[in-house]
């Protein structure tokens, strides 16, 4: 009985270790497995890992941009399972390994995503490379996205071979979309920005770079909700409530930067003349110089803050006799 009882047990664990054994060499469908997860991670990562050799045998540090660098990052991490090997981003190429004979030298590989030896594969070929492994989540709305119709792909953006990735680094993540977005650039140095420049702050605390169901890849469904995420105060509700406001803070602010304190997009009383037609014009609530005389500009109106002189809640008011925002 004992001994019918272990060789039972034998029998299994035989099977369990076969199992596992062929489990690490059917290394691609990763994250369907269970079992002894973690045990089974390590063996099928350092397999998956093992195939780079057919590459590294010619290529390595002595590259230009060193090759080997990508193991100091997340994508050459030994003990999770879904570390992608070099194959997995530039294809099999198997050509490319062998040596094509149709071929004068040495045909390129599958995907090359950086112009030198060889052609650059075009924009959809590289980044389908990389959504093979991202897609979903912050990439949800990639497609349709003002990046991928502007045939722009991950690796405009991202490098993979350095241990450090300048555009996710909050600090450094400017000097990469500055190389195409000049207008921004010459904003964020204007008198009043945003803190951008001293990296406090950067384009993706406002932007998902990567596509957004919001206008202009904003990270939030409107304008407003992606500014109320820092400025909490103007959200309201509030009593008497200003329409553009409530409509679209871009309605009077540049959020990339302007001249004009506080990032306004002109200065008052011009900023409100574009809506409030020539205000005062009855003269009822003010007298006849307070908004000038024939259209001609005088004292109160035009000085000091303008308007704001009385209107100073200009975001809306919360005081029973807030109603013209002067309080
Ligand atoms: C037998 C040697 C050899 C093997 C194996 C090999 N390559 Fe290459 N590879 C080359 C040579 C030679 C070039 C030409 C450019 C150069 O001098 O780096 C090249 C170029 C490249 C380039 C383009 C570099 C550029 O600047 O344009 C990429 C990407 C690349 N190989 C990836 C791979 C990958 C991925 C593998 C494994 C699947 C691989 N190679 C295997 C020899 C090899
Ligand atoms: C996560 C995807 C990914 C993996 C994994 C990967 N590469 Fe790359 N490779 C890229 C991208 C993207 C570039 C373009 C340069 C960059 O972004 O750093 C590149 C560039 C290269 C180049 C050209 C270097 C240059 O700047 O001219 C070579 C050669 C290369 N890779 C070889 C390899 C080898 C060998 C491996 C395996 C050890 C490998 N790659 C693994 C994505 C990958
Ligand atoms: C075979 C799957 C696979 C492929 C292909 C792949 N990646 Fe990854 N990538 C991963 C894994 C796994 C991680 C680590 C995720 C984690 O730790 O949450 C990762 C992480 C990242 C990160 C975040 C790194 C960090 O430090 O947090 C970036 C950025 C990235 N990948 C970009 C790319 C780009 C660009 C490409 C195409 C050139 C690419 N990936 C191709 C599997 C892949
Ligand atoms: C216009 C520049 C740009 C492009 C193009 C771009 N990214 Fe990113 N990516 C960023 C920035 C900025 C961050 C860091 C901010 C963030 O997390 O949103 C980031 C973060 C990431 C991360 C880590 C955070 C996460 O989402 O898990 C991954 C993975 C990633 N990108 C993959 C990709 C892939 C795949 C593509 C191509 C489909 C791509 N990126 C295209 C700028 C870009
Ligand atoms: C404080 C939030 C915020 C920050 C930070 C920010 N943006 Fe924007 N961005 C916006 C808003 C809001 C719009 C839409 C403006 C509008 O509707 O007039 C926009 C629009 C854009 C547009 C489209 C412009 C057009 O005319 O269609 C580009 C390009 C852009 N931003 C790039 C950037 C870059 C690059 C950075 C980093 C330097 C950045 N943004 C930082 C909020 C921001
Ligand atoms: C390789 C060039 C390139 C880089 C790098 C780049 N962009 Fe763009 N971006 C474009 C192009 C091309 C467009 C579409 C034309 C335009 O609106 O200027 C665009 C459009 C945009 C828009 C407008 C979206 C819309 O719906 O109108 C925003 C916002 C934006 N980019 C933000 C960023 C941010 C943030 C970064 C850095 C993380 C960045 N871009 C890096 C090329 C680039
Ligand atoms: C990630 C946080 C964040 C987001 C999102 C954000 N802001 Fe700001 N905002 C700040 C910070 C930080 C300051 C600087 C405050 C200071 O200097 O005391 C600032 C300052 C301002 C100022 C005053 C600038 C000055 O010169 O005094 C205005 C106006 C402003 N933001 C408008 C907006 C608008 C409009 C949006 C949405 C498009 C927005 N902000 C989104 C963080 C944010
Ligand atoms: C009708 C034009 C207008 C609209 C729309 C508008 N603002 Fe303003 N905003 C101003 C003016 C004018 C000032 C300067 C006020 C002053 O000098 O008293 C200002 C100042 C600011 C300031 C800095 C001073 C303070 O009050 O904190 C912030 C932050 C700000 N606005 C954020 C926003 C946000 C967020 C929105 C959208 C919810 C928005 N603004 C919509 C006109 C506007
Ligand atoms: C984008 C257009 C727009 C801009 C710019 C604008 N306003 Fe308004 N404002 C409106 C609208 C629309 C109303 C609501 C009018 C109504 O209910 O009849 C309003 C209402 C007002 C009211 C209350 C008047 C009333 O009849 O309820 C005052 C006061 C006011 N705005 C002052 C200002 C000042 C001061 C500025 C400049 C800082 C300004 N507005 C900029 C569109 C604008
Ligand atoms: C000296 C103080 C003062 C200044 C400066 C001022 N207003 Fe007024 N404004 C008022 C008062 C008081 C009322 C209330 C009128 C009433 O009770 O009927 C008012 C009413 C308004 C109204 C609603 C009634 C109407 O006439 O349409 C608007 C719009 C308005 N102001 C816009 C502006 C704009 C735009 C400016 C800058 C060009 C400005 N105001 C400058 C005091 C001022």
């Not at 770079?209 to 206008?215: E, F, T, V």
């Not at 803070?249 to 409030?276: V, W």
């Not at 003269?283 to 307070?290: E, F, L, P, R, T």
Request: positive net charge; glycine residues 8%; contains cysteine.
């Amino acid at each position: 009985m004992t001994k019918i009882r272990k060789m039972l047990i034998a029998v299994l664990l035989m099977c369990g270790v076969s199992l596992l054994a062929f489990s690490a060499l059917a290394q691609n469908n990763l994250p369907e497995l269970n079992g002894n997860l973690n045990t089974r991670k390590a063996i099928i990562a350092s397999e998956s890992l093992k195939r780079d050799a057919l590459c590294t045998k010619c290529h390595d540090e002595s590259e230009t941009t060193p090759i080997l660098s990508l193991y100091q990052t997340k994508h050459g991490v030994r003990g999770d399972a879904r570390t992608p090997n070099c194959q997995s981003c530039h294809g099999d190429s198997n050509k490319h390994i062998k040596g094509d004979p149709n071929t004068k030298g040495r045909a390129a590989p599958d995907i090359v995503f950086k112009k030198g030896e060889y052609a650059l594969s075009d924009d959809k070929e590289r980044t389908n490379q990389c959504l093979s492994c991202h897609k979903g989540e912050k990439r949800t709305n990639w497609d349709g996205g003002k990046h991928q119709t502007n045939g722009v792909a991950c690796n405009d953006c991202h490098k993979v071979h350095t241990p450090t990735d300048k555009v996710r680094e909050k600090k450094t993540q400017i000097e990469v979309c500055f190389t195409c977005h000049k207008e921004q650039r010459a904003d964020s140095h204007k008198i009043s920005s945003h803190p951008i420049q001293v990296g406090k702050m950067t384009c993706s605390d406002c932007h998902n770079p990567h596509g957004s169901s919001g206008p202009k890849m904003l990270k939030k469904n409107t304008v407003n909700e992606t500014c109320y995420q820092c400025h909490a105060e103007k959200r309201g509700p509030v009593l008497f409530e200003h329409q553009p406001v409530v409509e679209d803070c871009a309605n009077c602010h540049n959020p990339h930067g302007s001249n004009i304190t506080p990032l306004l997009k002109s200065r008052p009383p011009f900023l409100c003349d574009e809506c409030h037609d020539k205000p005062h014009a009855s003269g009822s609530a003010v007298s006849a110089g307070a908004a000038g005389i024939n259209g001609i500009a005088m004292n109160r109106n035009y000085g000091g803050r303008s308007c704001m002189n009385c209107h100073s809640q200009v975001h809306g008011s919360n005081s029973p006799g807030g109603g013209f925002f002067q309080r």
